[in-house]
């Protein structure tokens, strides 16, 4: 057996544990054993001596402890099936049966804390999974994990994804790993009918962003016979989405050549090549040329990646998502439809809407806010932490 450590908490320390929280800080401890290891179980107390949760340590890190069970649980094999089977059956309830019957199938089956699993990320991608083990409580137990992960979903194709920078802030190594069938490590899904070939391998996170998956179909209802711009595209599947409702236009826009060169291709795969066209440019530059030139759209997409990497840069954050914005409201005709979006969840969701309404403001436009949407359900969020609540979405309507 394992030996599991106790640590006991300081005076007070229990409180957002007991509310959900799943984090142990290093300046919320009293006290720790000076044996233990990064991965180690342990048995977390209050100052008094209760027991509180089973979680794994990190001593390396500034995140301590994180909570797997609120009783004393064995962290074995069984564990793992049991925890990925629970939510496997989750993304069964709340996504579409056809969706998740059919072999392109694709969506998130762990997010982290959001399943009770701090530190794993497991993907789906058809027959093939993609697997992130992002601390070392989790890579510790990969064998573990992945003979879970391959009893409960049975895949072709396992890839490790264990290249985030996290993992070296856990004292872990950032590394590629083809667990199980052959390279290149590709699989080819279905996206609200639009088919796209995912790598693996080198694609974004573990090969595709999957929390704007449900948003993608506010655009059922803006597109048809709009001219729509698509700002930091990736693979242009907002684009490609718009395309496929009835644009008359969509121009897609990246700084990534690679990225620009699939989504050209994404839309030759899925006919929409006559109706879109790819950039590769800096958004910031290239808002500002359009401003100048006095171009306008009907709908315009801004859905960056996160400029907030610490709270120390929030203000300069702050600016470059007031910039996007007042530019792209510029933009748009009288009575059009803005998109934007921010996945830095250190930019809090008043402070989202504020800055938006700061832009409204600057170019002297009246802005109703129509839907406020975040992450997919497949994303869940641990109410007791807002830590896991990242993706803000809203569709605002410029008048």
Not at 39 to 45: K, N, Q, R, V
Not at 231 to 255: E, P, T
Not at 263 to 269: D, H, K, M, P, R
């Amino acid at each position: 057996m394992e030996p599991i450590h106790r640590i006991r908490l300081l005076s007070g320390k229990e409180t957002k544990l007991l509310a959900g929280h799943l984090w142990v800080y290093r300046n919320e401890v009293a006290d720790w054993p000076k044996e233990v290891e990064p991965g180690d179980l342990a048995d977390i107390h209050d100052a008094r001596g209760k027991f509180l949760a089973r979680g794994y340590l990190n001593p390396r890190s500034m995140i301590m402890g994180r909570l797997l069970a609120r009783e004393r649980t064995p962290i074995d094999q069984d564990f793992f099936i049991t925890r990925i089977n629970e939510a496997h059956a989750l993304r069964e309830l709340l996504l579409a049966t056809e969706r998740l019957s059919h072999q392109e199938a694709t969506y998130r089956v762990i997010h982290s804390e959001g399943d009770g699993l701090p530190g794993l990320i497991v993907d789906r991608y058809g027959d093939s999974v993609a697997l992130q083990m992002l601390t070392a409580g989790m890579e510790r137990r990969r064998d573990v994990i992945v003979n879970a992960v391959e009893k409960v979903l049975q895949p072709r194709l396992v890839v490790a994804r264990n290249d985030s920078p996290m993992r070296e802030r856990e004292g872990l190594t950032r590394e590629r790993i083809l667990i199980r069938g052959d390279l290149p490590a590709e699989s080819m899904v279905t996206i609200n009918g639009l088919r796209v070939p995912v790598d693996l391998w080198e694609g974004q996170k573990t090969g595709l962003f999957l929390d704007q998956v449900g948003n993608y179909n506010l655009l059922e209802r803006l597109s048809p016979g709009a001219h729509v711009l698509d700002c930091f595209c990736y693979l242009g599947l907002w684009a490609l989405h718009a395309a496929r409702y009835g644009a008359a236009g969509v121009i897609g826009i990246d700084q990534s050549s690679r990225a620009i060169e699939r989504a050209t291709t994404l839309a030759q795969l899925n006919g929409y090549a006559q109706v879109t066209r790819f950039q590769v440019a800096n958004v910031f530059d290239d808002l500002r040329g359009r401003d100048r030139r006095r171009e306008a759209f009907d709908l315009i997409i801004l859905d960056p990646p996160a400029f907030v990497k610490s709270r120390t840069h929030l203000a300069e954050a702050i600016r470059g998502y007031k910039e996007i914005n007042l530019r792209a409201m510029r933009l748009l005709r009288p009575g059009g439809f803005l998109i934007t979006c921010s996945c830095s969840h250190h930019l809090t969701t008043q402070q989202f809407r504020q800055l938006l309404w700061e832009a409204a403001a600057d170019v002297r436009r009246p802005v109703r806010l129509l839907e406020q949407r975040g992450q997919n359900s497949d994303h869940p969020i641990v109410l007791g932490m807002p830590e896991t609540e990242y993706l803000k979405c809203f569709l605002l309507h410029v008048l």
